[in-house]
């Protein structure tokens, strides 16, 4: 899982490679294919642990 500094280093690359990048080839679309499904991840595990979170210790 990512820490919070590391997704918006992520989300500071993914915006780089937009704005400068050409926006057409295969390449393109890869990366923002594994960059979308890999911070989905770390959003999903983020929603996971805040609602694990909201339980207490007993209730595990």
Known sequence: MLST??????????RLVL????F???AL?????VLRDRLADVVAN????VNRSNY????W
């Not at 500094?5 to 993914?14: Q, R």
């Not at 679309?29 to 294919?33: D, I, K």
């Not at 207490?56 to 209730?59: K, L, M, P, Y």
């Open 5 to 14: 500094s590391e997704t918006e280093c992520a989300v500071s690359a993914m």
């Open 46 to 49: 983020l929603k996971f642990e």
């Open 24 to 26: 057409s080839g295969s």
């Open 56 to 59: 207490s210790s007993r209730e």
């Open 29 to 33: 679309s890869n990366l923002v294919a």
């Open 19 to 22: 704005r400068y990048g050409p």
